[in-house]
Each structure stands twice: as structure tokens, then as C-alpha cells.
């Protein structure tokens, strides 16, 4: 693993943090994680986490029944996904 491949996955964290935590667009969340491209940010997200960006927030949120509703970060279940979907 290589410095650039450490600092991808942390701005991947980053960005998985917003989209369980805020109702910001999957876009916003990409510029601000760092991403220069939306497609960019949808390739390097499903590469980790195994879903596309919006399925794993509409997973996140379902699974604690709150809809679009704003999650804090205790509430967001996103240990107990990630056991299961990341690699």
C-alpha cells in the first residue's frame, strides 16, 4: 500500500462519514472529499466499500429507519455495514 493509496482511503472514510451524517449531494461530498471527478469518486467508492455511494447511504438510513432524516455520527451504523461489504 502505498502513501497515495492511504490518503484515497482516507478521503474515502471522509466521504462515507458526510453521506451517513448530512443530506449534502453525493457531488458535494466528492468535491469536498477530494475527488476531482464524480465518476472518479462512484469507481473508488464501490472499489472499497462494495456499493455505489447513494445504495450504501439509502442503506445506512433504511436499516435505522430514518428516511432522509439527518444522522448524527453515534447513530450512523456504519461499522456493522462495513463488516460485511468492505474488503
Not at 458535494?28 to 472518479?40: D, H, K, V, Y
Not at 445504495?55 to 451504523?77: K, T
Request: hydrophobic fraction near 40%; charge should be positive; aromatic fraction near 10%.
Amino acid at each position: 500500500t502505498s502513501i497515495m493509496d492511504f490518503l484515497e482511503r482516507l478521503r474515502l472514510w471522509h466521504a462515507q462519514a458526510k453521506l451517513t451524517s448530512s443530506n449534502d449531494t453525493v457531488l458535494r461530498i466528492a468535491l469536498e472529499a477530494g475527488f476531482g471527478s464524480l465518476p472518479r469518486f462512484y469507481a473508488a467508492f464501490k472499489e472499497t466499500f462494495g456499493v455505489a455511494p447513494g445504495i450504501y447511504r439509502r442503506h445506512v438510513r433504511d436499516e435505522v429507519g430514518l428516511g432522509r432524516a439527518r444522522l448524527g455520527p453515534s447513530q450512523a451504523p456504519v461499522s456493522s455495514y462495513l463488516q460485511v461489504h468492505s474488503r
